[in-house]
């Protein structure tokens, strides 16, 4: 019987993570966390920060806004509290496009399996 992959959605994800994502510092990590408001992780017993998929599409917002576009903090909160539903909106749409390519390539690859039984 072949292996087959399971899709694991991790409902939680660490500073540590995040960082890595994003190839920043933690500390630049817990500095947003400050700034904006919309990032507001979930703290364990031991006061660790556990960041949800909802935050890491935030930090992507911010980070496209700060270090991307070039934007100033103050210019980022401003554009976040003016566009908050087309951001919202804007994310949502590149995600659902991620999660059809994802869904094709998983069918492309399930059919190469077959093929490759096959012969």
Do not use: C
Not at 57 to 74: A, S
Not at 81 to 87: E, F, I, L, P, R
């Amino acid at each position: 019987m072949p292996y087959k992959e399971t899709d694991i959605v991790k409902l939680f994800y660490s500073i540590g993570e995040v960082a890595e994502m994003f190839d920043v510092n933690a500390s630049l990590i817990r500095f947003w966390e400050k700034e904006f408001d919309i990032i507001k992780p979930k703290k364990n017993k031991k006061g660790n920060r556990l960041f949800t998929p909802e935050d890491i599409d935030n930090f992507k917002v911010i980070y496209n806004l700060v270090k991307e576009q070039g934007l100033t903090l103050d210019g980022a909160k401003k554009y976040l509290k003016d566009n908050k539903k087309a951001v919202k909106h804007e994310f949502k749409t590149e995600k659902d496009q991620f999660s059809e390519i994802e869904t094709k390539l998983r069918r492309i690859k399930s059919k190469l399996a077959d093929l490759r039984s096959k012969l």
